[in-house]
Nanobody, 117 residues
Framework: QVQLVESGGGLVQPGGSLRLSCAAS????????MGWYRQAPGEQRELVAT???????TYTDSVKGRFTISRDKAKNTVYMQMNTLKPEDTAVYYC???????????WGQGTQVTVSS
């Protein structure tokens, strides 16, 4: 059974930091491109960052220089360090696992991030 379990969301003031974690089980972790998406109320889900098994990363423009995605193959876990948070970063953040050579694609349940004073 595949599971992606996110943690680390919460309420933070503007300018603050959070670290999201996503623990994966039931998949061959090294075969998957791991990513973080987010969805704000009334908005479409958007891709925030991705990381390959070779640690190549991509970021959406709005988070470049503030967010850092990383992965730990020993723990089957992907992280996203979020610094200098802004109110517009408020959203539900979802972990995603996309197989690098097939159509297999999995989602976590989401974790709420709220940036507000």
């Amino acid at each position: 059974q595949v599971q992606l379990v996110e943690s680390g969301g919460g309420l933070v003031q503007p300018g603050g930091s959070l670290r999201l974690s996503c623990a994966a089980s039931g998949i061959g972790f090294s075969w998957y491109v791991m990513g973080w998406y987010r969805q704000a109320p009334g908005e479409q889900r958007e891709l925030v960052a991705t990381i390959t098994s070779g640690n190549s990363t991509t970021y959406t423009d709005s988070v470049k220089g503030r967010f850092t995605i990383s992965r730990d193959k020993a723990k089957n876990t992907v992280y996203m360090q979020m610094n200098t948070l802004k109110p517009e970063d408020t959203a539900v953040y979802y972990c995603n696992a996309r197989h690098s050579r097939s159509v297999l694609n999995y989602w976590g349940q989401g974790t709420q991030v709220t940036v507000s004073s």
